[in-house]
């Protein structure tokens, strides 16, 4: 089995899945199951404690254009590259095109998806950048979460907004 992990950014900034994800592929690799993450670099020199002190590799990818949505031209031949019959996708966030992209590959490579929401859908349509998070919901989140072969909740409120969302 193979897992690719798909995180917008892991610089020690980024908060909750800069901590989360790193220690999820720490324990999955000492399982024997092999892991790959792929992330935007947002900043030049960014850091992460916990990929360091665990020898985690991690393929980043440069941003290019707008940085709340964290596009990269390069990331999705760098993940379809790394698809084989056992592949899993998994992507730690929503709203943006690394999570766009996962989706993207995992229908059309025809293997499972896996959605950790990390808090993000808890006030949803509320919070910080409600219009690009409406624009994504139209154009690729609702497909994204009904396609799902598992919705991973991360947050005590995702489970409730969740439900709730189901019923829009």
Same mark, same amino acid.
């Given at each position: 089995?193979?897992?690719?992990?798909? #995180?917008?950014?892991?610089?020690?900034?980024?908060?909750?899945?800069?901590?989360?994800?790193?220690?999820?592929?720490?324990?999955?690799?000492?399982?024997?199951?092999?892991?790959?993450?792929?992330?935007?670099?947002?900043?030049?020199?960014?850091?992460?404690?916990?990929?360091?002190?665990?020898?985690?590799?991690?393929?980043?990818?440069?941003?290019?254009?707008?940085?709340?949505?964290?596009?990269?031209?390069?990331?999705?031949?760098?993940?379809?590259?790394?698809?084989?019959?056992?592949?899993?996708?998994?992507?730690?966030?929503?709203?943006?095109?690394?999570?766009?992209?996962?989706?993207?590959?995992?229908?059309?490579?025809?293997?499972?998806?896996? #959605?950790?929401?990390?808090?993000?859908?808890?006030?949803?349509?509320?919070?910080?950048?409600?219009?690009?998070?409406?624009?994504?919901?139209?154009?690729?989140?609702?497909?994204?979460?009904?396609?799902?072969?598992?919705?991973?909740?991360?947050?005590?409120?995702?489970?409730?907004?969740?439900?709730?969302?189901?019923?829009?």
């Amino acid at each position: 089995m193979k897992i690719l992990h798909i #995180v917008e950014n892991l610089d020690n900034s980024y908060g909750g899945p800069a901590k989360s994800v790193p220690l999820l592929v720490k324990y999955l690799n000492k399982l024997n199951i092999e892991n790959k993450i792929f992330t935007i670099q947002v900043y030049e020199n960014e850091e992460n404690n916990i990929l360091c002190e665990n020898n985690i590799d991690v393929i980043k990818v440069p941003l290019k254009g707008i940085k709340k949505i964290k596009f990269s031209p390069i990331l999705e031949a760098k993940i379809t590259k790394e698809i084989t019959d056992e592949t899993i996708i998994h992507v730690h966030t929503l709203w943006t095109y690394p999570t766009y992209l996962g989706y993207k590959i995992a229908k059309k490579s025809n293997i499972p998806l896996i #959605v950790s929401l990390r808090g993000m859908m808890y006030d949803w349509c509320l919070n910080q950048s409600k219009y690009i998070k409406k624009i994504a919901m139209c154009l690729f989140q609702k497909k994204m979460l009904k396609k799902a072969n598992i919705i991973h909740i991360t947050e005590s409120n995702e489970k409730k907004s969740f439900r709730e969302y189901r019923h829009i």
